[in-house]
């Protein structure tokens, strides 16, 4: 089993910046590949990026040159840089987990509770 919290949204002006966190606990997470997604009412939950247990890193056209998803192995935690912040980036933002290697859809074992992210234009 693996647990994970997510923390650090909240709500932002369009332009600000904003990093979220995810600390995984229960299972060694170097071997892990950590994945940030988000979802807004009534669509399907979006991948936005992810890092492999290798480091390699995938993300998704919309947000390119935008977000930053790094991994501290030591501290068992990923993060999402988030810059340059867009009304259309307002989503619930999920922290997900599998083994070693990321994939853009929702097939990870583990998922954390979600935390909001609200740009105001």
């Known amino acids: 089993q693996v647990q994970l919290v997510e923390s650090g949204g909240g709500l932002v002006q369009a332009g600000n910046s904003l990093r979220l966190s995810c600390a995984a606990s229960?299972?060694?997470?170097?071997?892990?590949?950590m994945g940030w997604f988000r979802q807004t009412p009534g669509k399907e939950r979006e991948f936005v990026a992810g890092?492999?247990?290798?480091?390699?890193?995938r993300d998704t056209a919309s947000v390119k040159g935008r977000f930053t998803i790094s991994r501290d192995n030591a501290k068992n935690t990923v993060y999402l840089q988030m810059d340059s912040l867009k009304p259309e980036d307002t989503a619930v933002y999920y922290c997900?987990?599998?083994?070693?290697?990321?994939?853009?859809?929702?097939?990870?074992?583990?998922w954390g509770q979600g935390t909001q992210v609200t740009v105001s234009s």
């Open positions: 997900a987990a599998r083994p070693y290697v990321v994939v853009r859809t929702t097939l990870y074992d583990y």
């Open positions: 229960g299972r060694t997470f170097s071997n892990l590949a």
């Open positions: 890092v492999g247990w290798s480091g390699n890193i």
